[in-house]
């Protein structure tokens, strides 16, 4: 088989795998409009698939008669109606998937546990284990909110350029949801600093008083993905918090092997 001629400038190159090479490359075009916001124009996706102009042509037309995609007024291409149905499952499946390792956590730590994605600019809980206690944090699955108060939001974002981060907070706004609450770039972007450093995000009582989150990312997810634990700060302690991030990391790589698992 020739080699493929969808060259491209980052690491989602499409390469022969023996699968189709058109829905290969339908999809990673799909990619590519998600990466730069859900709206095209077809040289800009020549640019950075390094697929020919009539190619790309042939596969968006494709895409807008299967209503995957649409054309814009402007002539541009937007991410179609179609892939909400698909998005909505894959969400429900991935919460499927979790709830077990969430149970785990309220197990090992005995607080609330969450999942949630980056949809957009929002982060959306998309699975929950409740704690045991009477007194306990409750986030409703299918809630949507800005990644700038929250753990889990750090943690999606942490390793997004400074470039990225500073046009979400653009779109996003920063609002106070209380008084500890991140409102500049500058901070919410020296808050992802020590994310890194530390290998966890918290959320110290800046989207709800009394209430501490820790977070980490899913590393190797098909998409952004982090699990938190959450409960009062009294409980939620810097005692508690040296006992409880290792079991986080620890569940979020075993995560990470079942939503990579079959590639």
Known sequence: MPPSDASTSDSRTVVP???VQSLERAFDLLERMADAGGEV????????????????????????????????????????????RLGESASRLLGTWARPYLQHLVEETG???????LDGD????????????????????????????????????????PEEVRALLARTGMPAATEKTITTPDGFLEALEQVRQAGYAVDDNEQEIGVRCLAVAVPDSPTAAAISISGPAGRVTEA??????PILQQ?????????????
Do not use: W
């Not at 284990?129 to 986030?139: C, D, I």
């Not at 569940?251 to 590639?263: I, N, P, R, W, Y």
């Open 17 to 19: 795998s023996g699968g």
């Open 251 to 263: 569940t979020a790589k075993d995560l990470s092997e079942v939503l990579t698992a079959g590639g």
């Open 240 to 245: 508690a918090t040296e006992r409880i991030v």
């Open 41 to 84: 124009g077809l040289s800009e996706l020549s640019t950075t698939s390094g697929l020919p102009l009539p190619t790309i042509h042939r596969l968006m037309r494709t895409l807008v008669l299967c209503g995957y995609v649409r054309q814009q007024p402007n002539r541009r291409y937007a991410l179609g109606p179609r892939l909400i």
């Open 111 to 117: 607080e609330t546990a969450n999942m949630a994605l």
């Open 122 to 161: 929002e982060v959306v809980y998309v699975a929950q284990a409740p704690s045991k206690h009477s007194m306990r944090m409750f986030t409703e699955v299918g809630r949507r909110v800005l990644p700038h108060s929250t753990g889990v939001g750090k943690a999606l974002l942490a390793h997004a350029s």
